[in-house]
């Protein structure tokens, strides 16, 4: 089973800032979307960014103007830059890729933020 393959996580002050990476495995072909989601402690896992073009992409309230998404297609790599990072921001980040197929996950990396 494809699986991506995320790191970055740590831990972190609140202020600080942190950048997740996520490898696209090279069999995953026409990508309809790419993002990542974060699941805290009880809660339901939620969207945080969503990029379906270039220009198409959606970040969730609570992360806009700290959040950007990008990626290098050079190495196949989706980054998640996260600056001005704050305690509530705590949780369980998945990179996630869909292609005409199928639907993929990581494993997840664990980001804390200390107030």
């Known amino acids: 089973q494809v699986q991506l393959v995320e790191s970055g996580g740590g831990l972190v002050q609140a202020g600080g800032s942190l950048r997740l990476s996520c490898v696209l495995p090279g069999s995953i072909f026409r990508i309809t979307s790419m993002g990542w989601y974060r699941q805290a402690p009880g809660k339901q896992r939620e969207p945080v960014v969503i990029?379906?073009?270039?220009?198409?992409?959606v970040y969730g309230d609570s992360v806009k103007g700290r959040f950007t998404i990008s990626r290098d297609i050079s190495t196949n790599i989706v980054y998640l830059q996260m600056n001005k990072l704050r305690p509530e921001d705590t949780a369980v980040y998945y990179c996630?890729?869909?292609?005409?197929?199928?639907?993929?996950w990581g494993q997840g990396t664990q980001v804390t933020v200390s107030s």
């Open positions: 996630n890729v869909r292609d005409t197929v199928d639907n993929y």
């Open positions: 990029l379906t073009t270039a220009t198409n992409i």
